[in-house]
């Protein structure tokens, strides 16, 4: 089937007073691999549910290749959707909770046969078709349940945090499987989670949700280096905030910090009511270089504070160290190799920060 | 591995030995001295000629069919009360749920032989309904007449069964698997058939064979009918009237525990393996729809006409025993509260004697019961699934089966010191109640500490508390609510226990209420203080009822573990 086109039109959903989902627009392309990222209680499941049909908006619109289904009951969708606990049904086998949705839509006997034999080849577990569910590891269900929701061939695929109830292991793989499913099959695909690394490694574009309200959305990439809020620069990667103003000036602008000093915004910014706000760089942008050594890095155009460390962590690839620069703290990522130089607590270090990474965040 | 040679303290296989011991003189010896006279020859071989002897009378084959019909019929006939009832509280937002739910104890709380009586009054051949029927149309309906009336009465009375745990099971039922359903494309009644029933069928069947089981075994409702070809009846007579010696009262006894025994093994059979509300569980109950008018007409018809026939054995038994004269008329035709006079002056023996006898039953059963579960599920005792096995298997024995089991077993050995023969004495009745309800206690406080989760008591003896100390200080406070309700459910289920006290009564001083309800109804005379006996017994049941609720459902908001009544 052809992949289907998503589009929600300021969609708001509530609960008596508490509006669940305040205004939401969205366009998933056709194929595209799409993910719904925020903490819990930011709406992206009620979100998600709201498409496959099982809630259902106070005004907006919601549409699948431009035909309206915002009061189209949920059996005749056709958007397939794999729930977070797999919900296979326990009274029937693989094969016949497989073939389910092919019999409710009167299909033959014989094509249901091929299709159920196709589709569980498709994730692997052709052997497995008269088990019973509890017979199956969290893994097997898994595919089960993708391939219950593929056999009828969806316009749209949806997935509710399929990973969560799988071990960490478990879930890098199977994370890769359903990408590379996904891209071979070219279905639409919506994807819940609450874990950043799982929506910037596996989607195309993701909507970082919180409060209802879809903060911004993007490429994993675009997310990442540009966050256009505080709470996108938090959620998606670990990040530093230097509080400042902002000042405008005839010649360009400037942010005031006590960290910085004065210095110049590479880019114009618009005039805002209030000139609080936040340089935001990531923790791995900053180099530790130890004192006394000479400040090389000014001569390499970036700026040098003191800082003195406060707690560092091992973490394998990378060690990152806590550290008091001028009384603000500062997270910093140091490549780790064997051999390379570790910090102790306390000591005072020099930090390089350069001015590209910096982002201002208001 | 040395370590793990012995995984039981002495204590504990102490206790195990100890209610071993129990079971073994109250429950087992009873009922295989039953089951060997029902196939021994008296010679000390073994025969099957008292069951040929059994088909050959005309009257025993009757009989058999006729018990086995009523079972399936009352079972029938309590589904299609049940399922509708349950249908609505799970499925749609409306306001008749707390109704449902009082339909679905009302009945438990009155036992089935004293409705039988009131029911006769409004629904019998002369009773007011026919009467009324008889004034406007000229016809009568003989709904109370024989095996029909048994039926009538049974099903209304047991259906609650099914109706509760179909309930349960159908909340249990994670939205998750109907939504996906949806999600594929089926909906309404198709989804229902498909998803939704198959996934609640547990429950039903779990309710389905208690039914089967109650009704084969109850003695009280056919005998106060006045319909004796039936099992149990015939057995009471068998033994009462020919005297213990006959074979063919053992013989009756032996089918009807093989009939209930059966009926739990063939549900356990069928239940194997499809706890299906445990296994994937994540989400909230099914979705709930708003009535549309017409489907609200018919549901409060439904629950209304319900309503009426559930109440009319409580209606009929308080104008009863409140009525100076109540015969071929629809109303009583004059009132009068002489009734409980004479039930108080009389017989006020008879409720000490109900509260006694089953206080003490009750209080042992949650004794053994917790006793039980703690060796099931948290040590390693031998045998104990043993222990488990033999005090659910009472479920299966008839108080009929178990009362003969206990008058030819300890017939002759009499009391230490004195010449009282023990088949005389009350406490024999109040053991015979706790058997009876042990598996309900039993299955109580299994749930109760099966909520407990191991690493509270764990952490209980890692601060230094020893097994005994943890169980007093950790174990049963979390179990209280479980508990408490087993210790209710096994009281208010001996308060109207009739089968097993009709036959290990002894004395009229030493008579329990559903005793003397009895025995005043065999009079007409006798109707109105039995009715009066029975409203007594009836507000018994349901304050007691009433403020165990209440406990439990307070102790499960401050600790947050939820026991429930069954």
């Known amino acids: ?63 699948v290749d431009g035909s309206d289904i915002t009061q189209t009951p949920p059996w005749q969708r056709n958007i397939g959707m794999v729930f977070q606990n797999y919900a296979l049904w326990p009274h029937m086998t693989v094969e016949r909770n497989v073939a389910f949705g092919l019999e409710e839509r009167k299909t033959s006997r014989a094509e249901i046969a091929m299709r159920v034999k196709d589709v569980l080849a498709l994730v692997g577990l052709t052997d497995f078709a008269q088990r019973r569910p509890n017979q199956l590891s969290g893994g097997q269900q898994q595919r089960v349940a993708l391939a219950r929701t593929l056999a009828i061939e969806p316009k749209v ?27 071979r099959l070219g279905i639409t695909t919506i994807f819940v989670t609450h874990d950043q690394e799982e929506a910037l490694t596996t989607c195309d574009r993701i909507a970082v949700m919180d409060q209802g309200v879809i903060q911004q959305i993007g490429t994993p990439m675009e997310l990442y280096d540009s966050p256009v809020n505080r709470f996108v620069a938090n959620f998606v990667g670990t990040i530093n905030f230097i509080e400042g103003d902002v000042e405008h000036t005839p010649t360009g602008s400037t942010f005031l910090s006590d960290l910085l000093g004065k210095i110049a915004l590479p880019a114009i910014t618009p005039d805002r009511a209030t000139t609080r706000a936040a340089l935001a760089l990531r923790p791995h942008t900053i180099n530790i270089i130890a004192e006394p050594s000479s400040p090389t890095g000014a001569s390499r155009g970036s700026i040098n504070v003191p800082g003195n460390i406060l707690e560092r ?9 806590r550290i008091n620069a001028n009384g603000t703290e500062l997270i910093v990522d140091q490549l780790h190799q064997v051999g390379s130089e570790i910090h102790a607590t306390g000591t005072n270090v020099i930090l390089e920060i350069p001015p590209k990474a910096l982002r201002l965040i208001w | 591995m040395n370590k793990k040679a012995r995984q039981y303290t002495v204590v504990q296989a102490l206790a195990a030995m100890s209610i071993a011991l129990f079971l073994l003189t109250f429950l087992l010896v009873p009922v295989l001295n039953v089951v060997y006279i029902a196939v021994a020859d008296g010679n ?91 004034d406007w149309f000229g016809i009568a309906i003989p709904m109370m007449e024989g095996l029909t009336g048994v039926i009538f009465v049974e099903s209304l009375h047991y259906f609650p069964f099914i109706l509760l745990n179909l309930t349960v099971a159908l909340n249990n039922i994670d939205s998750a698997m109907e939504e996906s359903a949806q999600n ?18 547990p429950g039903y069947i779990a309710g389905a064979s208690l039914v089967f089981i109650k009704v084969f075994d109850d003695l009280g409702t056919p005998l106060v009918l006045n319909v004796t070809n039936m099992l149990a009846p015939q057995a009471y007579l068998r033994i009462t009237s020919v005297g213990l010696e006959d074979p063919i009262g053992y013989v009756i006894s032996v089918i009807m525990v093989a009939f209930s025994l059966s009926a739990l093994w063939l549900s356990a059979r069928v239940l194997k393996g499809k706890d299906y509300s445990t296994t994937q569980r994540g989400g909230s109950s099914l979705m709930r729809r708003r009535l549309t008018l017409v489907q609200s007409l018919l549901a409060y018809g439904w629950i209304g006409l319900l309503l009426l026939l559930v109440l009319s054995p409580h209606i009929g038994i308080v104008l009863l025993s409140l009525a100076k004269v109540w015969s071929f008329s629809i109303l009583p035709d004059a009132f009068t509260l002489d009734h409980y006079r004479t039930v108080l002056v009389d017989s006020p023996r008879m409720i000490v004697n109900t509260l006694l006898y089953c206080g003490l039953a009750a209080l042992l059963d949650v004794v053994l019961g917790t006793a039980i579960a ?56 109040a053991i015979a109640y706790a058997i009876r309800r ?82 005043y109804m065999q009079s007409i005379a006798g109707r109105g203080p039995g009715a009066a006996l029975g409203v007594l017994a009836v507000i018994i049941v349901a304050v007691g009822t009433y403020f165990s609720h209440r406990i439990i459902s307070s102790r499960a908001s401050q600790t947050g573990i939820h026991a429930k009544l069954e």
Not at chain 2, 185 to 201: E, W
């Open chain 2, 44 to 134: 000390g071989s073994l025969t099957l000629s008292h069951f040929g002897a059994f088909f050959g009378i005309s009257l025993m084959q009757e009989s058999f069919w006729n018990s086995l019909i009523v079972a399936l019929a009352s079972v029938f006939f309590a589904s299609i009360i049940a399922l509708p009832l349950a249908y609505l509280t799970i499925r749609f937002e409306f306001r008749g749920a707390l109704l449902i739910q009082t339909l679905g104890v009302l009945p438990l709380i009155m036992p089935p032989f004293v409705g039988a009586v009131a029911m006769q009054l409004i629904f019998g051949r002369s009773g007011s309904v026919n009467l009324l029927l008889n």
């Open chain 1, 313 to 321: 962590e091992f973490l394998g690839e990378f060690v990152r160290y």
């Open chain 1, 157 to 183: 695929l949806l997935l509710d945090e399929p990973l969560s109830n799988l071990d960490a292991k478990l879930r890098v793989q199977m994370r890769q499987e359903l990408k590379s499913l996904q891209r």
């Open chain 2, 184 to 201: 594929l494309g089926a909906h309404g009644l198709r989804l229902f058939r498909r998803i939704v029933f198959p996934l609640a069928m």
């Open chain 2, 374 to 429: 703690y060796l099931i599920l948290r040590t390693r005792v031998p045998g104990r699934q043993a222990l488990d096995f033999m005090a659910s298997a009472a479920l299966a024995i008839p108080g009929i089966v178990l009362a003969i089991g206990y008058l030819r077993t300890f017939k002759g050995i009499t009391l230490p010191g004195t010449n009282d023969p023990v088949t005389t004495l009350w406490i024999m009745i």
């Open chain 2, 438 to 519: 042990l598996p309900y206690a039993l299955r109580s406080c299994m749930a109760a500490l099966q909520q407990v989760s191991v690493s509270l008591e764990e952490a209980a003896e890692n601060l230094g508390a020893t097994k005994a100390r943890t169980i007093r200080r950790i174990v049963i406070p979390l179990m209280a609510g479980g508990i408490l309700a087993g210790f209710v459910t096994s009281f208010i289920t001996a308060a109207v226990e009739l089968s097993a006290t009709i036959m290990l009564t002894t004395t009229q001083s030493d008579a329990p209420m559903s005793y003397g309800i009895y025995l």
């Open chain 1, 1 to 63: 089937m052809k992949p289907g086109q998503v589009e929600c039109k300021n969609i708001v959903l509530a609960y008596g007073a508490t509006q669940v989902l305040k205004g939401i627009t969205l366009t998933v392309k056709p194929g595209e691999f799409f993910a719904l990222l925020g903490p819990s209680g930011s709406g992206k499941s009620t979100l998600l549910r709201l498409i496959a049909g099982f809630n259902f908006a106070q005004s907006g619109q919601l549409t």
